[in-house]
């Protein structure tokens, strides 16, 4: 059921009910949920990820850290839902603190591929997406700091939306890296993702980087916009992208031509440094805004003989190994003998991305790449970080740049679900909405 159709339903508390009895039998194999909630009310089924904070729930971000912690107040995501009559079914799984590529690094074991259960759901909103693709609720919210929302949307055969930087209220999302974190919904249809959109987006004066522009998401849903210039980034079938992707990618090149676009195949260099750049600031930001986990203020706290020793037991048990090699990298590239070498050279490098994206939609209305660069791999086969790291090639860049992105599924290699990323100029957002909603309806025969 979709989340148009739930808003037809005439009983929402059967809606809950219908939810709850999929959850106990999908969790059982997916291990999408870290919590439940037994008694949601009676609203439209949604999972909520677990690094943002629903009053009277743990929010555990997947961290041992956190693993007891209550959260005491609403998000104002949480806060604006409840108020559209959305039931919030339970906090779904992630990588912890959303750093990683496939939820296996959650402290609560991890989430599995509901298209093949020994495959991974992606990352780091594995679980909003695995929810969302085996019918455990209608639809979910993840945040995306360099692709949590649309790889595992990819890898899981649904829709993940990433708005541009400053839409969607980050009040109440546990930060990872301030200046690329966005809340976004994941959902079974792009009409869906603009619908939850009109209702989360807007300015919030509890968050200084939102900003105060009115949009109607579902302006062009449900119509055909054909016209459109659209680049295909050269690197989407560059070494490391499986054969099977760039298969697909040259048959969704095909596809929107034959639906009036025109298509160029262009040379985007800058995205080599993508990858670079990023790991420099994300882990820089992080180290600074998870130091507040130290034991004193919020869930776990081991005791030590002295301040410094509470201090390192609690945060070397508490965070996980992915967690700690980020803080260590942040904080050295913060440090003082290497902050120009390292995070001012990057932030130069970020405005060049940046830049360049903005000259490519001078001429183009979209730029499309594939999501991932390879399908949902299995659990556990994936032992090098970089490799992780490399998996997030292509949605990196509108995080550094803060544009607009969606995944919507196209097409299987074998019998796993591939995604095509489409990617707009800042503030676009209804009109990437309303074009991939037209190519989403085209591809399913529904339009």
Do not use: W
């Not at 604006?80 to 603190?97: H, P």
């Not at 490799?387 to 196209?410: H, K, Q, R």
């Not at 074998?414 to 676009?428: A, E, K, N, Y």
């Amino acid at each position: 059921m979709t989340l148009k159709e739930a808003l037809a339903y005439p009983s929402k508390e059967e809606l809950v009910q219908l939810s709850l009895g999929v959850i106990d039998e999908e969790d059982k194999r997916l291990n999408a949920f870290i919590t439940v909630n037994r008694a949601p009310g009676k609203g439209i089924p949604m999972g909520i990820k677990d690094n943002i904070n629903i009053q009277g729930l743990p929010t555990t971000c997947a961290s041992k850290i956190l693993a007891n912690y209550v959260a005491t107040f609403d998000a104002t995501v949480i806060r604006k839902l409840r108020k559209a009559g959305f039931a919030f079914m339970g906090k779904t799984n992630l990588d912890e603190f959303a750093m990683g590529a496939s939820t296996e690094y959650s402290a609560f074991g991890p989430s599995r591929n509901p298209h093949d259960l020994e495959r991974v759901a992606g990352g780091s909103s594995g679980g909003s997406a695995a929810a969302v693709a085996s019918g455990e609720v209608i639809a979910a919210l993840g945040s995306d700091t360099g692709g949590s929302i649309r790889q595992p949307a990819a890898f899981c055969g649904v829709v993940g939306f990433k708005p541009t930087y400053g839409l969607v209220s980050r009040y109440g999302l546990v930060a990872f890296a301030s200046s690329l974190d966005q809340i976004g919904p994941i959902t079974k249809t792009v009409e869906d993702a603009a619908l939850v959109m009109n209702i989360i987006a807007g300015k919030d004066e509890h968050d200084a980087t939102t900003v105060d522009r009115e949009i109607n998401f579902t302006e062009f849903i449900g119509k055909t916009l054909d016209g459109m210039k659209i680049a295909v980034a050269k690197q989407s079938f560059s070494e490391g992208v499986e054969d099977g992707i760039k298969e697909r990618t040259n048959e969704f090149i095909k596809f929107i031509e034959r639906l009036g676009n025109k298509v160029d195949v262009v040379d985007i260099p800058e995205l080599r440094y993508v990858v670079a750049t990023y790991y420099i600031i994300a882990p820089a930001e992080v180290s600074s805004n998870l130091a507040r986990f130290d034991g004193v203020k919020y869930g776990l706290r081991l005791s030590g003989k002295s301040l410094r020793e509470l201090y390192e037991k609690t945060r070397g048990n508490g965070f996980g190994e992915e967690v700690r090699r980020r803080i260590l990298i942040g904080t050295f590239t913060l440090s003082a003998a290497y902050y120009d070498a390292y995070f001012e050279k990057a932030q130069k490098v970020r405005r060049l991305i940046s830049k360049k994206f903005a000259e490519l939609f001078e001429s183009y209305d979209f730029v499309v790449t594939p999501t991932a660069p390879v399908t949902a791999f299995k659990v556990g086969s994936v032992s090098d970080p970089m490799v992780y790291y490399l998996m997030d090639i292509f949605t990196i860049p509108a995080n550094l740049a803060g544009l607009p992105a969606i995944s919507i599924p196209f097409g299987k290699v074998d019998h796993l679900p591939v995604g095509m990323q489409i990617m707009g100029p800042r503030f676009s957002d209804a009109k990437l909405l309303g074009f991939a909603d037209h190519v989403f309806r085209m591809t399913h025969h529904k339009g």
